[in-house]
């Protein structure tokens, strides 16, 4: 799935780089840090992720929850599972301290403004990428 995250994001031209994928996901399970979590959402098989983590701000002692990477199967979007899946990062958010959440938006993905507005978040910026 992150392959495919990476693959629908504006870093696809960037190497995808697994062992360092999974890097990430094995310091989580063997870490007693509450400062990072990797949910996988899974019927028959995985559908869905979210990595995120909790840290202040360069300007603010308050923590905020960001996500990393939010990725859900084309088939699963826009059902149930995709709110369960914000809603557990919500909750995860909330036990760790976080004052706030933040969630990110490919450009490519259209309407997910809706579904944040729809869950309660409001814009806060846009990012901007160039190749050099």
């Known amino acids: 799935m992150f392959k495919s995250f990476h693959n629908a994001s504006p870093f696809k031209g960037l190497e995808f780089d697994e062992k360092k994928v999974n890097g990430i996901y094995d310091a989580y ?16 098989k995985p559908f869905g992720f979210i990595v995120g ?24 979007r826009g059902h149930r599972d995709s709110i369960l899946l914000m809603k557990a990062y919500e909750d995860w958010s909330v036990r760790v301290g976080a004052k706030m959440t933040q969630m990110a938006m490919l450009e490519e993905v259209t309407d997910l ?7 309660g978040y409001r814009p806060a910026e846009t990012s901007y990428i160039k190749d050099i």
């Open 29 to 44: 399970l063997k870490s007693d840090k509450k400062d990072i979590i990797v949910i996988i959402a899974e019927d028959d």
């Open 53 to 76: 983590i909790c840290e202040s701000l360069p300007f603010s002692s308050d923590k905020v929850a960001m996500e990393l990477a939010w990725w859900v199967d084309e088939d699963h």
């Open 113 to 119: 403004h809706r579904f944040y507005k729809k869950m």
